[in-house]
């Protein structure tokens, strides 16, 4: 079946604007990641939803980062007021479901704010 | 929290020989350990997990080993072939968490 899917593949923004990326995790997983990687860098956690709700929101920088899942399907990762630090590659993951499963990992939404 | 280092930074190796990558972490409760792999612009792929419970697995021609006491895993590549070049991560979870930590990835190429 279908991957991960995410968009837009590539986003330019201006510093202090607002984005958001998408993430359609594989039909039926209920579990769902984001991570950010920055180059030369492994992804960094950022989220992790078990079906609707946030089950962990550690990894979120500040609180310019908010992340939704509302019909624990399609997930959206909002950042307002962005920053020129905030260019990175944002990956979403999506497991069966918790515990010991397999993250698998969607292509990425790259984003740049200059 | 969970530390990852992960050693070398690169790697460069003849093809047909093997190709051998070294992760530490820090906490003691972790208890599931990945690799993936990603090549350039390309999302990152799960090429073989192992569990505390487990010292080793293998996988055609690529192995992980698990020595929990000294909290050090490790990849091992075997006849490496000139498609095994890319980035490759490891990671490792905590027994009462879903996130992953990553270490910082070792460039592999492999030359014909």
């Known amino acids: 079946g279908a991957g991960v899917s995410q968009t837009p593949s590539n986003k330019v923004t201006e510093k202090g604007k607002y984005v958001e990326l998408r993430c359609d995790p594989i039909?039926?997983?209920?579990?769902l990641y984001w991570y950010r990687q920055s180059l030369g860098q492994g992804p960094e956690f950022l989220i992790y939803?078990?079906?609707?709700?946030?089950?962990?929101d550690s990894g979120l920088p500040n609180d310019r980062f908010f992340a939704v899942r509302p019909e624990g399907s399609v997930s959206t990762l909002k950042i307002q007021r962005t920053e020129r630090g905030d260019s990175a590659v944002y990956l979403c993951?999506?497991?069966?479901?918790?515990?010991?499963?397999?993250?698998?990992f969607g292509p990425g939404t790259r984003l740049l704010v200059l | 929290g969970e530390n990852v280092e992960q050693h070398p930074s690169t790697l460069s190796v003849q093809e047909g020989d093997s190709a051998v990558i070294k992760c530490t972490y820090s906490d003691s409760a972790s208890n599931y350990f990945p690799w993936y792999k990603q090549e350039l612009g390309k999302r990152p792929q799960l090429i073989i997990d192992?569990?505390?419970?487990?010292g080793e697995k293998k996988d055609q021609r690529i192995a992980v080993t698990l020595n929990k006491t000294a909290k050090h895993f490790s990849l091992h590549i075997t006849e490496t072939q000139p498609e095994d070049s890319a980035v490759y991560f490891c990671a490792a979870r905590r027994d009462n968490t879903d996130k992953l930590i990553f270490g910082t990835g070792t460039r592999l190429q492999v030359f014909p």
């Open positions: 993951a999506s497991s069966l479901t918790s515990g010991l499963q397999t993250q698998y």
């Open positions: 192992i569990r505390s419970n487990v």
């Open positions: 039909s039926g997983h209920t579990a």
């Open positions: 939803f078990q079906g609707t709700g946030a089950a962990d």
